[in-house]
């Protein structure tokens, strides 16, 4: 659901009226809550293992395959912890 209002919002986000603008916001907010996605996925879980996704997704998650490797080490940390 985010990436196509990602998509969306990229694709409206030309000129200087309101729509751009909120389009702009839209957009940035989106792409922000996206990129930290796995960090949100570990917020319930202990301080060591939300501290260290956490760096790991600030230095290594705008590369797409430290990205996933990341959502993937959040994902087996929710599985581990179930």
Same mark, same amino acid.
């Given at each position: 659901?985010? %990436?196509p209002?990602?998509?969306? =919002?990229y694709l409206c986000r030309n000129g200087?009226?309101?729509? &751009?603008? +909120? &389009?702009?916001?839209l957009f940035y907010s989106s792409a922000l809550v996206l990129y930290?996605?796995? =960090?949100i996925c570990? %917020?319930?879980y +202990?301080?060591?293992e939300r501290t260290s996704v *956490?760096? *790991?997704? *600030?230095f290594f998650g705008w590369t797409g395959i430290g990205w996933l490797l990341v959502l993937y080490r959040a994902l087996v940390i929710g599985a581990e912890e179930e």
């Open positions: 659901m985010l %990436i209002l990602c998509t969306l =919002s200087d009226n309101y729509v &751009a603008l +909120a &389009a702009n916001l930290f996605y796995p =960090s570990v %917020i319930r +202990a301080k060591q *956490l760096w *790991l997704n *600030l």
